[in-house]
């Protein structure tokens, strides 16, 4: 590294380039940066969905659900995310997305509508491989997602159950109507700090060629022999987006604070 030349010459043109149509637009770097955003947040989106399921499992007063909900769990937090990510997106890519169709709906899409998919999920070419990735990722922070609702969940007082019983409502109008929204604030410090994780762990699927912030340096310092001020440009951009998240969530903890 003392005999490294610097040159950060070409950094900036893989940040932003110009485009004689459309003047200024984002290259390599800010598209995979933009990548990592949707799957993180179509992740959390869809972890929260596996999450919630399980946490409710998981505090069950039946036995086959608590079982469940205990396996995915277990599996899931002491796998190597590696080896999730592996086995899990080659089978959902080789098995359940054939099942889905989405080549043969990606040909008989309207130009406006691939343009909507090109938002929010990326090159739509690239649409079956980011959904691959997308429900694997989901799949492995929902374990988190379950741990954190099941903790918010029996963190509640017994005497708010034994209120709700009183009342006469059955188990699920407890949840929803009583002990969910109590849960809910104490369970928003840790949902965030989840989230942020999910944005930092999220560049393990370079590995399966996603075409997120990570492969996109990784391309680039390969392809130009810039590797230093190419990985510094990138962790700069992660640490810029993790540390605005950081901010924003660090409020609106102080706004939940008063309802814990």
Known sequence: ML????????????????????????????????????????????????????????????????????????????????????????????????????????????????????????????????????????????????EILRAGIQAIERGQWDAAAALGLRRWAMLRRVILPQAVARMVPPFCGQFISLIKDSSIVSLISIQDLTFMANDIAVSTGRVFETWITASGLYLALCLGLSIVFRRVERRCAPAR
């Open 3 to 146: 005999n490294y030349r610097w040159n950060w010459a070409p950094i900036p043109n893989y940040l932003l380039r110009w485009d004689a149509e459309r003047g200024w637009v984002a290259n390599l770097l800010l598209q995979g940066l933009a990548n990592t955003l949707r799957l993180s947040v179509w992740g959390m989106v869809l972890a929260s969905v596996f999450g919630g399921l399980v946490g409710v499992a998981r505090t069950s007063t039946l036995l086959l659900p608590r079982l469940l909900g205990g396996l995915y769990v277990e599996v899931m937090r002491n796998t190597p995310p590696l080896v999730l990510i592996f086995v899990g997106y080659f089978f959902v890519s080789s098995q359940i997305m054939p099942l889905l169709g989405i080549d043969g709906f990606l040909r008989g899409a309207s130009p406006g509508l691939l343009g909507a998919i090109g938002w929010a999920f990326g090159e739509p070419r690239l649409l079956k491989n980011f959904l691959s990735a997308l429900v694997v990722v989901a799949l492995f922070e929902g374990a988190y997602i379950a």
